[in-house]
């Protein structure tokens, strides 16, 4: 009897364990995109959540947000936009937080264009600097901030070219397309091709990448989960690993 027991337990609980995997939909800023896959991967195994991932630039995000987009988890590049959403009433009051504090770093495929100081920029010895739309991405806000912390931008202004995401900048500079570019130092740190400037952090707005549990997700056990795991050590590892800074 107690055999046959065992047994019918060993038949239902892994479909018990099934039935309560869920999904959460998630708004992940581009520069992200990376450490979210890993994040991911092992948010599955831990908890047996499916994360579906969205990556974009923040600002297009909250304005699909705002217009009744159904994800329940937005990862912003910055702190503005979750507090608004917070305030405006799309988000869950007291769930915002920083996920990751991002670096800016200005990046060339060519390993010999780009000095330790970034001189390159007063120079102007380049036809063109891909920068991310400042008006929907916070790194590209950061980027126009160092280029006017320096004394350039109205030197170098005729040769931008904005992508639409810091995603979209990674690849005009990769591909050749601009000959340099600022992105996301997480894009870049785990390869050591090109040449680099780590931009210093006092030459723009700190890039505080706040998380916030939207109002569509309030009921979602997965997307609680998510918020939850992102606060782990496991999660942090990863993070980490990409060059971001926690705190």
């Known amino acids: 009897m107690l055999l046959r027991l065992l ?13 309560y995997a869920g999904e959460v939909k ?10 979210a896959k890993d994040i991911a991967a092992a948010f599955k195994a831990r908890t047996g959540h499916e994360a579906s ?18 994800y329940e988890v937005f990862m912003s590049a910055d702190a503005e936009r979750p507090l608004k959403a917070e305030a405006e009433g799309l988000g869950v009051k007291g769930t915002r937080f920083v996920y990751a504090y991002g ?6 495929a060519d390993p010999k264009l780009i000095d330790a100081k970034g001189a390159v920029l007063k120079s102007g010895k380049f036809n063109k600097l891909a920068i991310a739309d400042p008006g929907t991405a ?7 901030e160092t280029l006017r912390k320096l004394g350039v ?28 570019g600022f992105v996301a130092l997480s894009q870049i740190y785990r390869s050591k091709d090109g040449s680099r400037w780590i931009v210093p952090k006092s030459y723009y707005t700190p890039i ?11 009921k979602n056990p997965a997307a609680k989960a998510w918020m939850a795991f992102l606060k782990s050590p496991e999660a942090i590892r990863i993070i980490r690993s990409y060059g971001y ?3």
């Open 103 to 108: 670096a800016l770093v200005l990046w060339s």
């Open 208 to 218: 505080d990448q706040q998380v916030i549990l939207l109002k569509t997700g309030d």
């Open 26 to 35: 998630v708004a992940v800023a581009a520069n992200f995109t990376e450490p």
């Open 138 to 144: 916070p790194y590209g806000v950061a980027a126009v």
């Open 245 to 247: 800074e926690v705190r």
């Open 53 to 70: 991932l969205s990556f974009g630039p923040s600002g297009q995000f909250y304005t699909q947000i705002m217009n009744g987009a159904p």
């Open 153 to 180: 931008y109205d030197a170098v202004a005729p040769k931008i070219v904005k992508g639409t995401s810091i995603a979209q900048t990674y690849n005009f500079v990769s591909t050749g397309s601009a000959e340099l």
């Open 7 to 19: 047994l019918c337990l060993m038949l239902v609980l892994p479909i018990t364990a099934v039935s």
